[in-house]
């Protein structure tokens, strides 16, 4: 974050109901979080800005980039969520979570530090990368509104592929090669209709920027420093 924070004022955003965040007032949807952070964009007088987001992030990311052209100069994406229905292997109880009915009843059960080490653990090529900060820092990110996350796992229901086709921002994607979550065939899949370099992060799963930091970050910096250079589409 600090190579990033020398060349740019970087915002790491909680989302509604996340982290310190208080959830919205109306149902969690990429249009109500969409407006949220153009919202607070405007609160902090960034008239135009980049966007960082993984997995699920990635999605919204990818959203207001499409919803807002005209805010969006650059686009970064790490391993995002798109729909990828029999295609990723995400663990049963993470799947077990995204069913409304079953994760609504399970939501105080399942959202506790040991689920979210077991997900780390299947999320990540290296184990030995979740540690017990890493841990507490992702569950601390969740414990006060836990239903949020259940419905954040279907955020991606709202999305569809052909909103890619509205974003005019120079876009990259992050991929950790061995991603069992989102596997990058799905990222090289967009290349083809869309033209977007795939950068590939080697002995990293789901989590390239946790298992990888160092070169996430200098490839985001490279990327972001570019983008910011281009005039507006």
Not at 95 to 117: D, M, P, S
Request: with cysteine.
């Amino acid at each position: 974050m600090v190579l990033l924070s020398e060349k740019f004022d970087v915002v790491a955003v909680d989302l509604p109901g996340f982290g310190n965040s208080q959830p919205l007032p109306s149902k969690l949807s990429l249009e109500a979080v969409g407006a949220h952070l153009v919202g607070l964009m405007d609160e902090l007088g960034a008239g135009r800005f980049g966007v960082v987001g993984h997995s699920m992030g990635g999605v919204v990311a990818s959203y207001l980039a499409a919803a807002f052209p005209d805010r969006v100069w650059g686009l970064a994406l790490i391993a995002p969520g798109f729909l990828t229905e029999g295609r990723g292997r995400r663990p049963f109880f993470v799947e077990l979570a995204r069913h409304r009915f079953v994760g609504r009843l399970l939501a105080g059960i399942l959202v506790n530090r040991r689920f979210v080490r077991r997900a780390l653990r299947n999320a990540c090529h290296e184990k030995e990368a979740v540690t017990d900060e890493m841990v507490e820092g992702y569950y601390r990110s969740v414990e006060k509104y836990p239903l949020t996350l259940i419905e954040a796992f279907n955020l991606s229901e709202g999305f569809s592929m052909e909103m890619l086709g509205k974003v005019s921002a120079p876009a990259l994607m992050v991929w950790g090669s061995h991603d069992r979550w989102v596997p990058i065939s799905v990222g090289y899949e967009v290349s083809k209709t869309r033209g977007w370099d795939v950068r590939t992060i080697e002995g990293a799963g789901h989590l390239p920027h946790e298992e990888k930091p160092a070169e996430v970050l200098q490839i985001l910096s490279q990327f972001l420093t570019h983008a910011a250079q281009q005039p507006p589409a």
